[in-house]
């Protein structure tokens, strides 16, 4: 008998129970990224995007550095208003294979194209109160994804649909300390949400309790009769919170045509609550009833019950240096920035009914790089071109990564153009394409102990226009 059933053939109920947790555990684990490390976004500004962020908070005349870098405020002479969408395009398609606990393989196909095209906007107001005096507000999504494999993929116990997305509020201050140098914070409001779902097998669910002595008294061999290959059920879940965090940070002109930022984000934690819904064949459901009083349960604490539940989760702190030179005709820059995804150890989820167990679900992320370098070309006084490549590592590695997150280190490289329409009004448009290393899935486990192997394939288009208006 294969171990997975060895270790499970006396304990029934306990089983039953953490198939249940398990399974919400995987159906909340992180999703697919856009851009930036895993699922963070950098998308807020189109101007920027056009040199690959390069100069992110330095350049001059973006006013998305209320967001991103409030220090740097300080060069927003008046009152402005900028509006930015980015449209983000991109792919993920895998190619490899699945078995079961038994080593039987999982039917299926590849899953089709998880990717999708998803509008990302974004607000800044910023305003100059006194001489030394600035603020701002914004609205932003650092944080975000939304993906979809078909529904009868092989892979399909670990990931169906996935849709996460963190909203930012933010309200920003600076001060000039010295003509030259600048200090600015933030307060930030952040409602994360997610809704997520993934398959369950529970043809493995009925062999963990199959085997003499246990709750179906039946051989294993006897199971698939009862509960055969393809019993697939759902969980669906969904959850959202409030939390708050901050951003501090400086802003310095080293000369006359040299600037420099230094911008630092707090982490902010979550408590996720919400719901967890389950679609349960009808043979699987007749045949938990009947074991619910060999498994010391009443029908209101049967697993696979609707239920609530809590998961607590962090998104990351980040830390950014950006420089920017200055000449008459030309400008250029280089961003450096650091994301704290250490704090994604593991998932640890709660649930409503006290018969189900907590469970944690590992994924071991480390902290990641984004290194870029790009800048502009003034064409004339009204049009200016742009440029930049990116560079941006993974926080994952193959032993913990799985189809939720085929995260990998990617490539960006990008194009843009701004143009100056009034003395009131600029618009800009930029242009990314990301090229995304080989995402190998080197054995990632379901809650059923389903086994996925192979890799990804992941590229992104990028698209973004904004207008900014200086009353």
């Not at 059933?5 to 399974?23: E, I, K, Q, S, T």
């Not at 000039?176 to 993934?198: E, K, M, P, W």
Request: proline letters at 5%; a neutral charge; charged letters at 10%.
């Amino acid at each position: 008998m294969h171990t997975f059933f060895r270790n499970n053939v006396h304990g029934g109920r306990p089983y039953a129970l953490a198939a249940l947790g398990l399974a919400i555990a995987g159906a909340l684990a992180v999703p697919q990224q856009a851009h930036a490390s895993s699922f963070q976004l950098k998308e807020d500004t189109a101007q920027a995007m056009g040199r690959a962020y390069a100069g992110s908070a330095t350049a001059g005349g973006d006013v998305s550095v209320v967001a991103n870098a409030p220090a740097a405020m300080s060069d927003l002479k008046g009152t402005y208003f900028e509006a930015d969408v980015t449209a983000i395009n991109f792919s993920a398609q895998y190619s490899g294979s699945a078995h079961d606990a038994l080593g039987n393989p999982i039917s299926g196909g590849n899953g089709g194209d998880a990717g999708t095209t998803m509008p990302l906007p974004s607000f800044f107001f910023a305003t100059q109160l006194t001489d030394r005096l600035h603020v701002g507000a914004s609205v932003t999504v650092p944080f975000g994804f939304k993906t979809t494999y078909d529904n009868n993929w092989v892979g399909r116990y670990n990931s169906i649909y996935s849709k996460f997305e963190s909203l930012d509020g933010t309200m920003s201050a600076s001060f000039d300390v010295t003509d030259n140098f600048s200090i600015g914070g933030s307060a930030i409001a952040q409602r994360t949400s997610a809704t997520l779902t993934n398959a369950i097998n529970f043809s493995s669910v009925a062999l963990g309790l199959a085997g003499p002595g246990t709750a179906l008294n039946l051989p294993v061999n006897q199971v698939y009769g009862l509960v055969p290959p393809g019993s697939d059920g759902l969980a669906r879940i969904s959850g959202s919170s409030w939390a708050w965090g901050w951003q501090a940070g400086a802003y310095w002109k080293v000369t006359a045509q040299d600037r420099l930022s230094f911008n630092y984000r707090s982490k902010i934690s979550h408590r996720l609550q919400g719901t967890a819904n389950f679609n349960v064949p009808d043979n699987v459901s007749a045949l938990v009833g009947q074991l619910a009083p060999a498994l010391g349960l009443t029908p209101a604490t049967l697993p696979f019950q609707h239920t609530t539940g809590t998961a607590l989760f962090t998104t990351p702190s980040t830390a950014t240096v950006s420089y920017w030179h200055q000449e008459q005709q030309f400008g250029f820059g280089a961003d450096v920035a650091w994301t704290g995804w250490d704090v994604f150890k593991n998932l640890t989820l709660k649930y409503g009914n006290p018969t189900q167990p907590t469970t944690t679900q590992l994924f071991n992320w480390h902290n990641s790089w984004y290194f870029s370098v790009g800048g502009d070309y003034y064409l004339t006084d009204k049009l200016t071109l742009r440029g930049g490549f990116g560079y941006d590592t993974t926080p994952t590695t193959a032993a913990y990564r799985e189809p939720r997150v085929p995260d990998e280190t990617r490539k960006l490289v990008s194009a843009g153009i701004g143009y100056k329409a009034t003395d009131h009004l600029s618009v800009n448009a930029s242009y990314a394409h990301i090229f995304v290393n080989r995402a190998a899935i080197n054995g990632a486990v379901s809650p059923t102990n389903d086994v996925l192997t192979g890799s990804f394939d992941d590229a992104g288009n990028l698209f973004a226009l904004s207008a900014v208006y200086k009353f």
